[in-house]
């Protein structure tokens, strides 16, 4: 029954942290909850079928891939050249170094930067860059849904 306690509170540990790190980039949000649903299968009683373990695992690999793409996607849905959505990719990645804000304007200044590059207006440049910030809204509520939808499983099988 200790046991049970302990695995519980850290299951809420990484739920809450997991919430935050969907809208911090700096977090893997998603998949610190799905660790959370985790926590409850070292129960004495498991809460969940394995089934159930592995959906939400695929659920959120795919959500994690899409957090990615989705900013690239936007930024060619706005009229981006291949030029913008390289921009984007390589500003996503240099983005990683100055993390948080650089996970945020970097897929946004590289789309431009890219769309410049490619000789295009800075209207149109703009109008890639917020593509990629759109992209990157949409991945962020898309981590968001999923981790409260864990969350809402995690307490209801918690105690």
Avoid: R
Wanted: overall charge positive.
């Amino acid at each position: 029954m200790g046991m049970d306690i302990l695995f519980v509170i850290i299951g809420i540990i990484l739920l809450l942290v997991g919430i935050v790190g969907c809208v911090l980039p700096v977090l893997p949000g998603q998949i610190l909850a799905w660790a959370s649903l985790l926590m409850l299968q070292f129960k004495s009683d498991p809460a969940f079928t394995a089934k159930f373990i592995a959906l939400w695992a695929l659920i959120t690999a795919g959500v994690t891939i899409l957090d990615y793409i989705v900013p690239l996607w936007g930024t060619k849905k706005l009229g981006g050249s291949k030029y913008g959505i390289w921009g984007a990719a390589l500003g996503l990645l240099l983005g990683v170094f100055f993390s948080p804000i650089g996970l945020i304007a970097g897929p946004f200044a590289g789309a431009f930067v890219g769309e410049m590059i490619a000789g295009k207006d800075s209207n149109t440049a703009f109008k890639s860059g917020l593509g990629s910030f759109i992209g990157f809204l949409t991945g962020t509520l898309l981590k968001l849904v999923i981790s409260l939808v864990m969350g809402y499983y995690f307490f209801i099988n918690a105690f």
